[in-house]
């Protein structure tokens, strides 16, 4: 048996693994993919599945969708949750509820969703640099301010969690809407605060790859009771609870198929994240010391689904990629080239950019590694043990 303390769990538990007889046996056996989906208690969800079939009610707010949001409430401790059919949708939503359109101060180096939300309401990206960890700088953020700033849209990336402090009182000096990107962030905190309840408004993802599944789906949470008001009225069609139309709208509503998988991999969440964090300390343990494992910081939990590794240079980093797909291991490169670089902001000139020396740098040198329900301990090791050969 393999046993090993992770700090990084969130009860701090000993987990242990068996430990595989013959690594050629497993990598034969298995290909390890990043964000293969946590699929849990299947009797659970199929219960459910037949009850949403035996109550007729599918969508427009049904009542595993109620159920939903009231749980990831409490889970989360914030006052107010609205799921909505995808992250991407509940981002478009809140930027459509900003007073006025202008510029949203946005990471480059993130998923491509972040920025078409900002281009599809009517605003303009300001495209800002990042730290070494590839979270958004808040000096380069306090730099990019300006008259028509209206929101700032830092990314809680790859389960870490961006300076909240300051980028608040930066959002604050510049009376700036404050909204997170936080689609990787669900079972996350920060200085025994859950993410959920920073700035105006949070996005998270029930996305498959997700640290919790709903097939598809994402919500908002706010402690803003009228925001609220304004996302549920805008989620469908622009209908009041009384059936009257009375706002600009679009289908945002998450249906109850949805509902019931998030909820029944919701109620995993713990056990998947202490999996995640075994798995995570087993590639500390293992990857060379010729390449960086992006982690956590003081006072800072993770959940831990993704493993973000940078090697020293962008053709180290590509051969180290073809050599663990070569042997069934489907990693990936999370985000390259930066949103700045890819053709729709090229093509149509609808960027502002600052300084993204970082941004640059990190996608080109970062590849994350397979996680999740799906790989045990030794199938890390395995995993670490061909990235290393590769660095050779």
Same mark, same amino acid.
């Given at each position: 048996?393999?046993?090993?303390?992770?700090?990084?769990?969130?009860?701090?538990?000993?987990?242990?693994?068996?430990?595989?007889?013959?690594?050629?046996?497993?990598?034969?056996?298995?290909?390890?993919?990043?964000?293969?989906?946590?699929?849990?208690?299947?009797?659970?969800?199929?219960?459910?599945?037949?009850?949403?079939?035996?109550?007729?009610?599918?969508?427009?707010?049904?009542?595993?969708?109620?159920?939903?949001?009231?749980?990831?409430?409490?889970? %989360?401790?914030? $006052?107010?949750? &609205? /799921?909505? !059919?995808?992250?991407?949708?509940?981002?478009?939503?809140?930027?459509?509820? =900003?007073?006025?359109?202008?510029?949203?101060?946005?990471?480059?180096?993130?998923?491509?969703?972040?920025?078409?939300?900002?281009?599809?309401?009517?605003?303009?990206?300001?495209?800002?640099?990042?730290?070494?960890?590839? %979270?958004?700088? $808040?000096?380069? &953020? /306090?730099? !990019?301010?300006?008259?028509?700033?209206?929101?700032?849209?830092?990314?809680? =990336?790859?389960?870490?969690?961006?300076?909240?402090?300051?980028?608040?009182?930066?959002?604050?000096?510049?009376?700036?809407?404050?909204?997170?990107?936080?689609?990787?962030?669900?079972?996350?905190?920060?200085?025994?605060?859950?993410?959920?309840?920073?700035?105006? /408004?949070?996005?998270?993802?029930?996305?498959?790859?997700?640290?919790?599944?709903?097939?598809?789906?994402?919500?908002?949470?706010?402690?803003?009771?009228?925001?609220?008001?304004?996302?549920?009225?805008?989620?469908?069609?622009?209908?009041?609870?009384?059936?009257?139309?009375?706002?600009?709208?679009?289908?945002?509503?998450?249906?109850?198929?949805?509902? /019931?998988?998030?909820?029944t991999n919701l109620e995993k969440i713990d056990w998947i994240i202490e999996h995640n964090a075994a798995n995570f300390c087993v590639y500390q343990s293992e990857?060379?010391?010729?390449?960086?494992?992006?982690?956590?910081?003081?006072?800072?939990?993770?959940?831990?689904?993704?493993?973000?590794?940078?090697?020293?240079?962008?053709?180290?980093?590509?051969?180290?990629?073809?050599?663990?797909?070569?042997?069934?291991?489907?990693?990936?490169?999370?985000?390259?080239?930066?949103?700045?670089?890819?053709?729709?902001?090229?093509?149509?000139?609808?960027?502002?950019?600052?300084?993204?020396?970082?941004?640059?740098?990190?996608?080109?040198?970062?590849?994350?590694?397979?996680?999740?329900?799906?790989?045990?301990?030794?199938?890390?090791?395995?995993?670490?043990?061909?990235?290393?050969?590769?660095?050779?």
């Amino acid at each position: 048996m393999f046993c090993k303390p992770c700090a990084g769990g969130r009860n701090g538990h000993i987990i242990c693994y068996p430990i595989d007889s013959s690594l050629k046996a497993l990598l034969s056996s298995l290909k390890f993919v990043v964000g293969k989906p946590n699929v849990l208690d299947k009797d659970r969800f199929i219960a459910r599945l037949l009850e949403i079939i035996d109550n007729e009610v599918h969508t427009n707010d049904g009542p595993f969708v109620r159920e939903l949001e009231g749980a990831l409430a409490n889970y %989360l401790g914030v $006052p107010h949750c &609205v /799921a909505v !059919a995808n992250a991407t949708l509940g981002l478009e939503l809140v930027l459509n509820a =900003l007073p006025r359109k202008g510029q949203v101060i946005v990471p480059s180096f993130t998923f491509i969703a972040s920025a078409h939300a900002i281009v599809r309401t009517g605003h303009t990206p300001v495209f800002v640099d990042v730290d070494s960890r590839g %979270l958004i700088d $808040p000096q380069a &953020v /306090a730099a !990019a301010v300006g008259p028509e700033t209206v929101a700032i849209l830092p990314v809680n =990336l790859f389960g870490l969690v961006c300076d909240v402090e300051r980028l608040s009182d930066i959002a604050s000096s510049a009376h700036a809407r404050l909204i997170y990107d936080s689609a990787h962030a669900l079972g996350v905190r920060s200085n025994g605060k859950n993410v959920g309840g920073f700035g105006w /408004a949070e996005v998270f993802s029930l996305h498959a790859t997700k640290v919790v599944s709903g097939f598809e789906g994402g919500f908002v949470t706010t402690s803003d009771g009228e925001l609220a008001r304004v996302l549920r009225e805008a989620r469908n069609f622009g209908f009041d609870k009384k059936g009257v139309i009375v706002a600009l709208g679009t289908n945002a509503k998450m249906s109850e198929v949805h509902a /019931a998988m998030a909820l029944t991999n919701l109620e995993k969440i713990d056990w998947i994240i202490e999996h995640n964090a075994a798995n995570f300390c087993v590639y500390q343990s293992e990857l060379s010391e010729l390449c960086a494992l992006i982690e956590p910081q003081e006072g800072e939990s993770s959940n831990y689904q993704y493993v973000p590794v940078i090697v020293a240079t962008s053709d180290l980093r590509d051969k180290v990629f073809a050599k663990l797909i070569a042997k069934g291991i489907a990693a990936k490169i999370y985000f390259s080239p930066g949103v700045h670089s890819t053709v729709p902001y090229i093509r149509n000139n609808i960027c502002r950019s600052h300084d993204l020396s970082r941004t640059i740098d990190i996608s080109s040198r970062i590849i994350c590694l397979p996680t999740g329900v799906h790989v045990d301990a030794s199938g890390v090791r395995a995993i670490a043990q061909i990235f290393n050969e590769a660095l050779l």
